[in-house]
């Protein structure tokens, strides 16, 4: 498995969206999070602002803020990921997806980190 998709576009958050307005967590987080155990987003129809905190995920290591990566309108959660949180791990770009979003400026994605820069922001973190 690829850990950066170059089809995705990422926050520095460690947040991605593909230009379909899928969003989810990526694997470095999925990764330094450890056993995921619960997630909490908005429901659909709730409107979310680039780079601020729209909900929470829990591990049994930590509990950390989901940062938005664009502006936009949820149109769909996965439920898959509220029922069993842990499919984030096994399949963070695929399965585990957290929501799809109606995005108010597909411009917005400009102002992302490619899978060449993100895999170079966190490879001045610590090593998955």
Do not use: C
């Not at 990422?10 to 694997?27: A, L, N, P, Q």
């Not at 987003?41 to 601020?52: F, I, S």
């Not at 803020?65 to 664009?70: F, Q, S």
């Not at 411009?107 to 998955?128: F, H, I, R, T």
């Amino acid at each position: 498995m690829d850990n950066y998709p170059e089809d995705l576009k990422y926050h520095k958050e460690h947040m991605w969206v593909r230009s379909d307005g899928t969003i989810g967590i990526s694997f470095y987080a999925q990764d330094q999070l450890g056993e995921i155990v619960f997630i909490e987003v908005p429901e659909a129809g709730a409107e979310l602002e680039a780079g601020e905190a729209f909900g929470e995920i829990e591990s049994r290591k930590s509990v950390s803020d989901l940062y938005a990566p664009v502006t936009g309108t949820i149109k769909e959660v996965n439920s898959e990921v509220l029922d069993a949180p842990e499919t984030i791990n096994e399949d963070p770009y695929g399965k585990g997806w957290v929501a799809l979003i109606e995005l108010s400026d597909a411009g917005e994605m400009d102002n992302l980190l490619s899978a060449a820069e993100y895999k170079e922001l966190v490879s001045g973190e610590e090593a998955p």
